[in-house]
């Protein structure tokens, strides 16, 4: 249920290493809690985030949710296919990146929590 | 020492069921209420689009009025002219104040010469009691009733609605027209079958006995009907440009700022809120309730504000992104000088400036055969 590769926010969020990059999503439990997702609201690449500001939102039929960088970075790639497919953050929550950001500061990674720990917030 | 009120919802008739078929609960006007079952809002408004849903909505109200003088009543405290229906008729209708604007949106049937029963909407049942208890004490020969707890009320809607009922009932439901109503019984269970709703599509809504509930709803399940919570409940009316109390209406807005003027009984003796309505039908509105779509990406929801020349023009009442046309669209008051098809607007969606456009409603309407 959650992937133990990844490290979580207590905000669902996820994020998946790769070197200083990381891809960007929320938890299938974000998204179970949502609904149905139909709108998401990209930032532009680019923009720097420090870690907890808002990047984005996120929006099903009935909620708005804003979305939090994980981490402090800079975004450097967008998902666009959720433009058309937001639904996809539902049917593949944790295959449905929203933001790939190069880490300002790998250290904040300690910050975040493991899959058993963000098991243990949600229950 | 403090003391804290316990915050307890009120149950319907079918709560474990909805909990059973792993319903998301929220409380909605006092009541604990499925908001979506397993299949999520969209697959649950294409059911209902596409085949046939049902909704427990028995947390709507029932005020009955009877006696003499229940139509005198009746013709008072609501603004749609009652002394048209026959019984076994029902009509779309609103209790008003002196200035026109609406206590509540109801459904008014007559059950017999003498007897009125209106529908009201949950969160409003102990103030439309209060009101029309205050209306009757004065002259009139009748009765006022709170039978909310009377009634379990279900809705079963979709273009399949008819033919899955069919099979459950001795009632030829081809002889009930739209927003007529008949006497007989569903799966062996009295029943007073109206064909009314509140989604855009053919249906029936089916008054029965609480203790009955379950059986009604188990057998209706059983034939094929998809079980539909609050949440495409509310995207369904959206559609279908149905007002929802709280949002679209209440007691700031009068019954033609909301479009609503096809429910006057301009031709009735008198009725409260008449004058208001008549002085602002001769002076011209200054606002008025429009459809809109979104022409930006963004999704404009309840309380945002709409601009025009970057000055806050109006507010929007109800928004959504629809499951079944697939756009945003919502509605909010806007001068009757933006009012007008085609009309540019901007919402401020969270801080951005989003284009969106006034269209003509309802955004969705059905083929009639």
Redesign the interface.
Known sequence: MYPPELKYTKNHEWIRISGTQGQVGITDYAQQQL??V??V?LPEIGIHFTQGEQFG?I????A?SDLYCPVSGKVVEVNSAL?DHP?TV?ADPYGAWIIIVTLSNTDELLTLLEADGYGELIT | MSFVAPNILKKTALNARHRELGARMIGFGGWDMPVEYASGISNEHHAVRTKAGLFDVSHMGEIEIAGVDALAVVQRITCNDASVLTVGQAQYSAITTEAGTVIDDILVYKLASTHYLLVVNASNIAKDQAWVANEISSVNDAVLVNSSSRYALLALQGPLAQKILQPLTGTELDSIPYYWFTNGEVANVRAMISRTGYTGEDGFELFIQPQAAVRVWDALLDVGAEPIGLGARDTLRLEAAMRLYGNDIDETTTVLEAGLGWIVGWQKQNFIGKDALITARETGLTRQLAGFEMIDRGIARQGYDVYSDERIVGSVTSGTQTPFLNKAIGMAYVPTELSKNETEIIINVRGRYLRARIIQMPFYKRRRK
Request: charge should be negative.
């Open positions: 609904g149905d139909v709108f609201d939102s929006e099903s039929v009935k708005v433009i639904d539902n």
